[in-house]
């Protein structure tokens, strides 16, 4: 490993030690209950990156895949009694399933038709689950939390330390992309696709892949919601606020780097949260639409845009 | 050595591309040797272009079919194309824009099928950076491409074709839009480039380029060949003057 593995990987130990040492040290239960949602944002702004940033298409489908999780573990909970790592586990894989039929999409369609594509993929499942009676239908469905496993003394801690390891977990995936020859034949095919091609990289396998393993970092996130909010029902699983959000947070970001949306996904998810104690939920979203205009309009390249060296100009103009 | 090793690299056989009702690429067959420097002319829409893009896979044939080095393939996607040793610059230049022109290589590189013979990251870095002297760009080596003048980014398109180890290079008008000073040093790279092991397909509209760069021409006019030859006796055909030049 070299020296920026070792400081990656000390890093993401440190984080996790520190999330459970807090989980044990705090009383209160509500900095976990707030700080959950902002992990959450994590995986999903990361999960979005990979294929909306690395590979430039842009997914408006995240809440498909956040309540395709949710449904998934709603449905293993009350079927099986599944724990919540199995719960979370086929959640990834049914997540991975759905990426890869959005994959398939990416063979006709590009830009905008993508995305809108997308945005009906989210219509149709979050239609068929409001008519799936056994998981609530449209009413939503409740849910009983298990006894909490040791070393936490409540279930919502053990969710805040699950999503940490999640957000391990996506931001770790996310940086082994971009580090191999993967991130950069993504890279290529999102600047140009028949050059990528031509220049021999499998544009579709790679495709597939982006889409494959961001949808099971989304679905995976989606799938402690559940169990969080002891409920589920369609309209708040399936919510686009969820695809806004995220998409937000990665642009505000910066899709370059995956601390892009880590970042962005803090900031964004910290004045929501801040804002929904102090103000109301419904301004969050007034403050989401606000950020996203000035930053597409003062620095579309996102907050990673400020640390970066502007290009090397050669005193040429373009 | 076996029967497809001695014969063309290339070969268009009964070649029909139509779009709709319009047909671009009417019947053709064409061979083309190891090495071999080959000239394609025509009057604008006359299907070279396409011609490239279905040797190249960008498009499929609705008829015909494109061996290469003795093996059909017509069914492959560019980028397996590209593995077996076809390579090409477009028209208009298509860099990947959010890279520096070192890493527009190490796509290439990264990709390529002739891969693991670097063995590292360094190795392939090195491998770009001697492509990139050969080609007189390697001062520029760690320049945003969004930056280039446009002759920098045929280059660069030239690099990088050259990067993915070709067998063939299809070289779509690199010089257009070039000074002459430019469209010079363009013709002396492409001619030097191969040291003769490649094959190179140059579509080009400056008829002192094509003459002095082809050892044989193709004209094509409407889809069909109206010429093939060397270049003199391609220029002396009536039918290519008509076409072509339009007198």
């Known amino acids: 490993m070299d020296r920026n593995a070792i400081a990656f990987w000390f890093g993401a130990v440190l984080f996790l030690v520190i999330a459970l040492v807090m989980t044990g040290l705090i009383r209160n239960e509500y900095p976990f209950f707030a700080g959950y949602v902002i992990l959450q944002f994590i995986v999903l702004a990361v999960a979005w990156s990979i294929l909306g940033g690395y590979a430039g298409y842009v997914n408006f489908g995240t809440n498909a895949f956040f309540g395709v999780g949710v449904y998934t573990a709603v449905f293993l909970a009350k079927a099986f009694d599944a724990p919540l790592a199995v719960q979370i586990a086929t959640a990834a894989i049914v997540g991975s399933l759905l990426g890869l039929g959005i994959g398939l999409l990416t063979l006709r369609m590009r830009g905008i038709f993508f995305s809108i594509a997308t945005i009906a993929l989210a219509i149709i499942i979050e239609t068929s689950i409001t008519n799936w009676r056994y998981v609530g239908g449209a009413a939503g469905i409740q849910l009983q939390r298990p006894p909490v496993t040791v070393p936490f003394d409540s279930y919502v801690k053990m969710l805040f330390f699950v999503q940490a390891l999640l957000v391990v977990v996506a931001v770790s995936t996310a940086r082994a992309i971009l580090n191999s020859r993967i991130g950069r034949g993504l890279h290529a095919l999102r600047d140009d696709e028949l050059a990528a091609e031509c220049t021999?990289?499998?544009?579709?396998?790679?495709?597939?892949?982006?889409?494959?393993?961001?949808?099971?970092?989304?679905?995976?996130?989606?799938?402690?919601?559940?169990?969080?909010?002891?409920?589920?029902?369609?309209?708040?699983?399936?919510?686009?606020?969820?695809?806004?959000?995220?998409?937000?947070?990665?642009?505000?970001?910066?899709?370059?780097?995956?601390?892009?949306?880590?970042?962005g996904a803090i900031i964004l998810g910290a004045t929501q949260q801040l804002l929904a104690v102090t103000i109301s939920s419904e301004v969050n979203v007034l403050v989401l639409g606000v950020m996203l205009v000035l930053f597409v309009v003062g620095a579309p390249k996102g907050i990673l845009g400020f640390f970066r060296r502007a290009p090397v100009h050669a005193g040429k103009r373009a | 050595m076996n029967a497809a090793s001695d014969g063309p690299l290339l070969r268009i056989d009964a070649l029909t591309k139509s779009f709709g009702g319009f047909v671009a690429l009417d019947n053709i067959n064409v061979e083309i040797r190891k090495g071999e420097r080959f000239g394609l002319i025509g009057p604008n829409g006359s299907g070279k272009t396409t011609l490239v893009n279905c040797i190249s896979g960008a498009l499929r044939p609705n008829r015909g079919a494109v061996l290469f080095g003795g093996e059909d393939i017509t069914p492959l996607p560019p980028n397996l194309r590209s593995h077996r040793g076809i390579a090409r610059s477009f028209q208009i230049p298509r860099p990947f824009k959010s890279m520096t022109v070192l890493e527009n290589l190490m796509v290439a590189l990264d990709f390529a099928a002739h891969r693991d013979l670097f063995e590292t990251a360094a190795h392939r870095r090195d491998e770009a950076m001697s492509i990139l002297k050969k080609i007189g760009l390697a001062a520029k080596a760690n320049v945003a491409t969004a930056?280039?003048?446009?002759?920098?980014?045929?280059?660069?398109?030239?690099?990088?074709?050259?990067?993915?180890?070709?067998?063939?290079?299809?070289?779509?008008?690199?010089?257009?839009?070039?000074?002459?000073?430019?469209?010079?040093?363009?013709?002396?790279?492409?001619?030097?480039?191969?040291?003769?092991?490649?094959?190179?397909?140059?579509?080009?509209?400056?008829?002192?380029?094509?003459?002095?760069?082809?050892?044989?021409?193709?004209?094509?006019?409407?889809?069909?060949?109206?010429?093939?030859?060397?270049?003199?006796?391609?220029?002396?055909?009536a039918r290519v003057q008509e076409a072509y030049l339009g007198t």
Not at chain 1, 226 to 239: G, T
Not at chain 2, 222 to 236: D, L, Q
Request: proline share 4%.
């Open chain 1, 200 to 263: 021999g990289v499998p544009t579709l396998r790679l495709k597939l892949l982006a889409c494959v393993i961001s949808g099971a970092l989304m679905s995976a996130a989606g799938a402690p919601a559940a169990m969080y909010l002891q409920f589920a029902n369609p309209d708040s699983a399936f919510n686009l606020n969820y695809s806004v959000s995220v998409l937000a947070m990665a642009l505000i970001g910066g899709t370059a780097h995956w601390i892009g949306p880590v970042l």
């Open chain 2, 147 to 237: 930056t280039l003048t446009q002759v920098e980014l045929r280059k660069t398109e030239l690099a990088r074709a050259m990067a993915t180890g070709p067998k063939l290079l299809i070289s779509d008008e690199a010089m257009a839009g070039l000074s002459t000073s430019e469209v010079d040093e363009v013709l002396d790279l492409l001619i030097s480039v191969g040291g003769g092991n490649i094959a190179i397909i140059m579509i080009e509209h400056i008829m002192q380029a094509v003459m002095r760069f082809s050892e044989r021409v193709m004209c094509l006019d409407a889809g069909k060949i109206i010429a093939i030859g060397s270049p003199a006796e391609v220029m002396a055909n």
